[in-house]
T-cell receptor, first 115, second 113 residues
Framework: DTAVSQTPKYLVTQMGNDKSIKCEQN?????MYWYKQDSKKFLKIMFS???????INETVPNRFSPKSPDKAHLNLHINSLELGDSAVYFC??????????????FGPGTRLTVL | AQSVTQLGSHVSVSEGALVLLRCNYS??????LFWYVQYPNQGLQLLLK??????LVKGINGFEAEFKKSETSFHLTKPSAHMSDAAEYFC???????????FGTGTRLQVTL
């Protein structure tokens, strides 16, 4: 019974393509997040949604667009992929609205490689 | 601005030895501090967190960390390492002024026989 799941696990694509990563949580949490972990393991928050409402939007290129069809899902769409987008993308969820002190539960990650 | 610094990107200990992973933070206001663990090919899992209650925080898997304001540190320790502790460990800080969780660059713990 996976708490936070992501698909796909691996994604290899060419520069300029558009791709999506899906995330689902079955914990009943209200808040979901997207993080990017680069090749040096540096982890940085990108977005946060609470019950389908965007509450954190860090400085990321507008080629990245999160979409939350319902509070259990938060997808990440990336347009015009660039080499620098290669990273591991983690989805996470927490129970409380915007409370980053609350325990976050992470998915297994999606390793994106842009060729 | 808030930040965390993890000293040592790679730490190697023998099985049964003390584990000490160092984390120093920078924050102009009282912080909340976290340690997360990442096992190979998995997401992060919370080990423990400090939220201004007791300065010595006990977490899962026998880990604990002590908040020392005078040293701006939140080092992670475990008395006796086990092979299953081999993983990447991340320290993170949250302050309300920044409204985001800032992670350190991680420390890879290797446990040898």
């Amino acid at each position: 019974d996976t708490a936070v799941s992501q698909t796909p696990k691996y994604l290899v694509t060419q520069m300029g393509n558009d791709k999506s990563i899906k995330c689902e949580q079955n914990l009943g949490h209200d808040t979901m997040y997207w993080y990017k972990q680069d090749s040096k393991k540096f982890l940085k928050i990108m977005f946060s949604y609470n019950n389908k409402e965007l509450i954190i939007n860090e400085t990321v290129p507008n080629r990245f667009s999160p979409k939350s069809p319902d509070k259990a899902h938060l997808n990440l769409h990336i347009n015009s992929l660039e080499l620098g987008d290669s990273a591991v993308y983690f989805c996470a969820s927490s129970q409380l609205r915007g409370a980053l002190t609350d325990t976050q539960y992470f998915g297994p990650g999606t390793r994106l490689t842009v060729l | 601005a808030q930040s965390v610094t993890q000293l040592g990107s790679h730490v190697s200990v023998s099985e049964g030895a003390l584990v000490l992973l160092r984390c120093n933070y920078s924050s102009s206001v009282p912080p909340y501090l976290f340690w997360y663990v990442q096992y190979p090919n998995q997401g992060l899992q919370l080990l423990l967190k400090y939220t201004s209650a007791a300065t010595l925080v006990k977490g899962i898997n026998g880990f604990e960390a002590e908040f020392k304001k005078s040293e701006t540190s939140f080092h992670l320790t475990k008395p006796s390492a086990h092979m299953s502790d081999a993983a990447e460990y991340f320290c993170a800080v949250y302050t309300g002024t920044a409204s985001k969780l800032t992670f350190g660059t991680g420390t890879r713990l290797q446990v040898t026989l």
